[in-house]
């Protein structure tokens, strides 16, 4: 089995080649390709992630390269983790907003937009070409934001499955707080990508017994102070959104902390730095524990897990994934990308039966699909326009003049990436 990483040369990747390495069994890799047009940085990180492979008796082979065709002939699965304009654009996808005091990010808001306008004809271009070298691969996109540009594969007819780490972690959080394996809890997860609640918390499996209410009851404080919301909100919402839920029901609050602190992406810039340098020294053998700031927590166990369900491995067989709506939430065009529970098989994946949703979580989920519908318009065909109406669709803007604003300086901080501007 041939599986190629795009982006190999991130600081993420030895956290993945650790889960290739320890979960071997669920996925038999016998070749990785890390590809990376930054070359010195790609050689650091492949020469760990070959000591890591050795360290743990991997026999498989693991090859880097910058040709990205070369990289992804043959693969079986090719995993998209890249991020186009480095931190530097993420650093601006961070800032500029906070000046219209919207919540600056790099996945929701204006942020989330100037990396999907970044993103998307980047990703098609590299899925036309792992089409061209085997039209059988699966594509993995790991690249925020996720939903988007899932939704932008999925309808130039690749074969993509969208993935995020924010279901699995939550899951060994509760895991822990149960007192059961992770294995044992099944999420009833629910809404698009960075969009999501925890409806149910099942032992066993999808019909098995809900210990939501019994979870919140005698734990609510400590999952309310992970999620930085107030325990009574839980209460009274009786579900457990995700931690990109706190940009909307906290939006001021959050601006106002972001106006007071480094940027997440200086943050990382600095921790990236410092990573690069461990990853150079010949001696280390095993992913550093400064690599769990980073961010990505059990990204390489979503990803085994769904690589390994695709291919036909032993895979989980039910899995949080982002896949096409098709008829899963009613209220949801057919062609929306959702973020559920899917079975997972070589053919492909297919969303759990839900039952009715809440209409409070209902609506931002049919705001946010809007928003999105528009935003991937924006990113295949241009245009300041096209920029305007996302930007005044989305939740976190909604006001004219701020959308104005907004669309000059998302286009004046991205115009070496957008071929129209």
């Avoid at 939550?170 to 007192?179: C, I, M, S, T, Y």
């Amino acid at each position: 089995m041939k599986l190629t990483v795009v982006g190999g040369g991130s600081t993420y990747t030895p956290e993945l080649v650790d889960g290739f390495a320890r979960l071997h069994g669920t996925l038999p890799i016998e070749e990785l390709v890390l590809v990376d047009p930054a070359e010195e940085r790609l050689e650091r990180v492949g020469g760990l992630a070959r000591r890591i492979f050795a360290r743990q008796g991997h026999g498989g082979r693991i090859v880097t390269t910058t040709d990205l065709d070369r990289g992804v002939g043959g693969a079986d699965a090719v995993l998209l983790q890249l991020r186009v304009g480095g931190q530097a654009a993420r650093e601006q996808d961070e800032t500029w907003p906070l000046e219209c005091g919207c919540v600056g990010q790099e996945t929701t808001g204006a942020g989330g937009l100037a990396k999907a306008l970044r993103t998307v004809p980047v990703v098609l271009d590299i899925a036309e070409r792992v089409r061209r070298a085997n039209p059988g691969a699966w594509i993995i996109d790991f690249t925020n934001p996720v939903g988007i540009v899932t939704r932008a594969l999925l309808r130039a007819g690749h074969r993509a499955v969208g993935l995020c780490n924010v279901a699995i972690g939550l899951q060994r959080k509760f895991a822990a707080h149960l007192g059961v394996t992770p294995s044992d809890v099944h999420l009833d997860h629910v809404g698009l990508n960075h969009l999501t609640w925890e409806t149910g918390v099942r032992l066993g499996g999808p019909t098995g017994e809900d210990v939501l209410a019994k979870l919140l009851a005698g734990h609510g404080d400590s999952i309310a102070a992970d999620l930085r919301l107030p325990r009574p909100l839980l209460d009274r919402l009786g579900v457990v959104p995700s931690p990109y839920l706190r940009y909307y029901y906290a939006h001021d609050e959050v601006v106002g902390e972001l106006r007071t602190k480094p940027s997440r992406a200086a943050e990382v810039a600095a921790m990236e730095r410092r990573l690069l340098d461990m990853y150079a020294d010949p001696a280390l053998d095993e992913k550093p524990a400064l690599l769990a700031e980073r961010g990505g927590a059990y990204y390489s166990e979503a990803a085994v897990d769904l690589a390994a369900g695709l291919l036909g491995g032993s895979g989980s067989p039910y899995q949080v994934v982002n896949a096409y709506n098709a008829g899963t939430l009613p209220f949801l065009p057919d062609d929306a990308v959702i973020e559920v529970q899917a079975t997972v098989g070589p053919t492909g994946v297919t969303p759990l039966p839900l039952p009715p949703v809440d209409p409070l979580l209902a609506g931002l989920m049919a705001n946010v699909t809007a928003y999105e519908d528009l935003a991937l318009d924006a990113a295949l065909r241009g245009g300041r326009d096209r920029v305007f109406r996302a930007l005044l669709a989305h939740p976190l803007i909604g006001q004219y003049a701020y959308a104005d604003t907004l669309t000059d300086r998302l286009i004046a901080h991205n115009r070496e990436h957008l071929t129209w501007a």
